[in-house]
């Protein structure tokens, strides 16, 4: 379990991110078209996992926007940016920000992602989401970094993330 803040007040997490060295699970989650996604479709890319409560909070809207800006310049690389909002506040948001050089997934269905990396939110105002966190891993599926980021409302450090590719 992570123990983890939200404006200074501990929370924490079901588990804990995976190690790195470990492999990425795999996963099914939904794409803002509704289709499914799952890790199968990324197979033989460097994947950077950018994982948020929400999209309709500005810290998490801005590290979609960043790694949006950054993921253009990335060969071979996907970046896929994780949260439990509906599919179509997801594809909402990309439509009014111009958001093209990411894949969002969400977790709303049944919570497997969330569950099985640790990351969703066992208590507290944001219970039930996902944590703030960043997973990298290479195009063999091997994570090469991780981050808990240890306060909800701060962003991810993008420069350590993308160093790790």
Known sequence: MANITLKG???????????KGDSLKNFKMVKPDLSKATLNDFAGQQLVLNIFPSIDTG????SVREFNKRAA?????KVLCISKDLPFAQRRFCG????????MLSDFVNGDFGSDYGLTIADGAMEGLLSRAVIVC??????????????ITTEPNYEAALAAL
């Open 138 to 151: 290479d195009a063999s599926g091997k994570i090469v970094y991780t981050e808990q980021v240890p306060e």
């Open 96 to 103: 009014a920000e111009g958001i093209e050089n990411v894949v």
């Open 73 to 77: 310049q990335l060969p071979n690389t």
């Open 9 to 19: 007040n501990t929370v924490h997490t079901i588990g804990n991110l995976p190690l």
């Open 59 to 62: 810290v998490c809207a801005a």
